[in-house]
Protein backbone atom coordinates (compact mmCIF):
# COMPACT_ATOMS: atom_id res chain seq x y z
CA UNK A 1 0.00 0.00 0.00
CA UNK A 2 1.09 3.89 -0.58
CA UNK A 3 -0.63 6.59 0.98
CA UNK A 4 -0.51 10.68 0.68
CA UNK A 5 -0.21 12.83 3.47
CA UNK A 6 -1.87 15.70 3.08
CA UNK A 7 -1.21 18.17 5.93
CA UNK A 8 -4.25 20.97 5.66
CA UNK A 9 -3.87 24.74 6.36
CA UNK A 10 -7.23 26.82 5.71
CA UNK A 11 -7.44 29.35 3.23
CA UNK A 12 -6.90 33.06 4.83
CA UNK A 13 -10.17 34.64 6.33
CA UNK A 14 -12.14 31.09 6.44
CA UNK A 15 -13.31 29.89 10.00
CA UNK A 16 -12.13 26.26 11.61
CA UNK A 17 -15.18 25.34 10.89
CA UNK A 18 -16.11 26.83 7.84
CA UNK A 19 -12.73 24.85 6.16
CA UNK A 20 -14.20 21.60 8.13
CA UNK A 21 -18.01 22.14 6.79
CA UNK A 22 -16.83 22.08 3.38
CA UNK A 23 -14.27 19.48 3.26
CA UNK A 24 -16.84 16.92 5.04
CA UNK A 25 -19.82 18.14 3.45
CA UNK A 26 -18.76 18.89 -0.16
CA UNK A 27 -15.59 18.18 -1.02
CA UNK A 28 -15.31 14.35 0.81
CA UNK A 29 -18.33 13.30 -1.52
CA UNK A 30 -16.66 14.84 -4.26
CA UNK A 31 -13.68 13.03 -3.57
CA UNK A 32 -16.26 9.62 -2.91
CA UNK A 33 -17.17 10.29 -6.24
CA UNK A 34 -13.84 10.28 -7.86
CA UNK A 35 -12.32 7.30 -6.01
CA UNK A 36 -13.06 4.17 -8.53
CA UNK A 37 -11.74 6.36 -11.83
CA UNK A 38 -8.60 7.43 -9.36
CA UNK A 39 -8.37 3.86 -7.84
CA UNK A 40 -8.55 5.11 -4.16
CA UNK A 41 -8.57 2.22 -1.75
CA UNK A 42 -9.24 4.12 1.39
CA UNK A 43 -9.68 8.54 2.25
CA UNK A 44 -9.76 9.79 5.47
CA UNK A 45 -10.28 12.94 7.13
CA UNK A 46 -8.45 14.20 10.34
CA UNK A 47 -10.43 17.45 11.65
CA UNK A 48 -8.63 19.58 13.72
CA UNK A 49 -10.63 19.91 16.86
CA UNK A 50 -11.51 23.46 17.94
CA UNK A 51 -9.60 24.24 21.26
CA UNK A 52 -7.22 26.66 20.69
CA UNK A 53 -5.86 26.79 24.52
CA UNK A 54 -5.01 22.91 24.30
CA UNK A 55 -3.43 23.66 21.04
CA UNK A 56 -1.35 25.88 22.28
CA UNK A 57 -0.16 24.35 25.35
CA UNK A 58 0.66 20.93 23.35
CA UNK A 59 2.52 23.22 20.90
CA UNK A 60 4.08 24.69 23.69
CA UNK A 61 4.99 21.30 25.22
CA UNK A 62 6.58 20.10 22.58
CA UNK A 63 8.92 23.60 20.90
CA UNK A 64 6.53 22.85 17.78
CA UNK A 65 5.38 25.08 15.00
CA UNK A 66 1.62 26.18 14.22
CA UNK A 67 -0.34 23.33 13.45
CA UNK A 68 -2.89 22.17 10.61
CA UNK A 69 -6.76 22.46 10.14
CA UNK A 70 -6.71 18.85 9.30
CA UNK A 71 -4.76 15.91 7.68
CA UNK A 72 -6.08 14.19 4.50
CA UNK A 73 -4.71 10.52 4.17
CA UNK A 74 -5.42 8.70 0.68
CA UNK A 75 -4.47 5.12 0.18
CA UNK A 76 -3.65 3.12 -2.99
CA UNK A 77 -2.52 -0.13 -3.36
CA UNK A 78 0.83 0.57 -5.18
CA UNK A 79 2.34 3.59 -7.12
CA UNK A 80 1.60 2.16 -10.16
CA UNK A 81 -2.14 1.48 -9.11
CA UNK A 82 -1.91 5.93 -8.11
CA UNK A 83 -0.46 6.31 -11.59
CA UNK A 84 -2.69 4.38 -13.39
CA UNK A 85 -5.80 6.24 -11.66
CA UNK A 86 -4.54 9.57 -13.63
CA UNK A 87 -3.31 8.15 -16.80
CA UNK A 88 -6.32 8.18 -18.45
CA UNK A 89 -8.68 11.17 -19.95
CA UNK A 90 -11.44 10.55 -17.11
CA UNK A 91 -8.57 10.08 -14.37
CA UNK A 92 -7.08 13.38 -15.30
CA UNK A 93 -10.49 15.26 -15.13
CA UNK A 94 -11.42 13.66 -12.09
CA UNK A 95 -7.76 14.70 -10.59
CA UNK A 96 -8.09 18.72 -12.06
CA UNK A 97 -12.18 18.34 -10.38
CA UNK A 98 -10.37 17.83 -7.08
CA UNK A 99 -7.76 20.31 -7.60
CA UNK A 100 -10.16 23.31 -8.13
CA UNK A 101 -12.07 22.61 -5.16
CA UNK A 102 -9.20 22.19 -3.36
CA UNK A 103 -8.93 25.77 -4.38
CA UNK A 104 -11.72 26.93 -2.68
CA UNK A 105 -11.10 25.99 0.91
CA UNK A 106 -7.33 25.25 0.83
CA UNK A 107 -4.31 27.31 1.48
CA UNK A 108 -1.97 25.46 -1.10
CA UNK A 109 1.61 26.97 -0.35
CA UNK A 110 1.49 26.07 3.10
CA UNK A 111 -0.30 22.81 2.55
CA UNK A 112 2.20 20.34 2.25
CA UNK A 113 2.08 16.82 0.96
CA UNK A 114 4.01 13.67 0.76
CA UNK A 115 3.76 9.81 -0.22
CA UNK A 116 4.54 7.50 2.45
CA UNK A 117 4.64 3.80 3.17
CA UNK A 118 3.05 2.92 6.71
CA UNK A 119 4.69 0.95 9.44
CA UNK A 120 2.32 -0.38 12.24
CA UNK A 121 3.79 -0.25 15.71
CA UNK A 122 0.46 -1.08 17.73
CA UNK A 123 -3.20 -1.67 16.83
Known amino acids: MI ?5 LRRKPGMTLAEFQDYWLNKHGPLVRSHAKTLRIRRYVQTHTLDD ?5 ALARS ?3 PQGYDGVAELWW ?3 EEMA ?3 ATPEGRAASIALLEDERKFIDHTNSP ?3 AE ?3 MLS
Open 62 to 64: RGA
Open 3 to 7: KLVFC
Open 118 to 120: EHE
Open 77 to 79: DSR
Open 113 to 115: LWL
Open 84 to 86: AGV
Open 52 to 56: PGAQQ
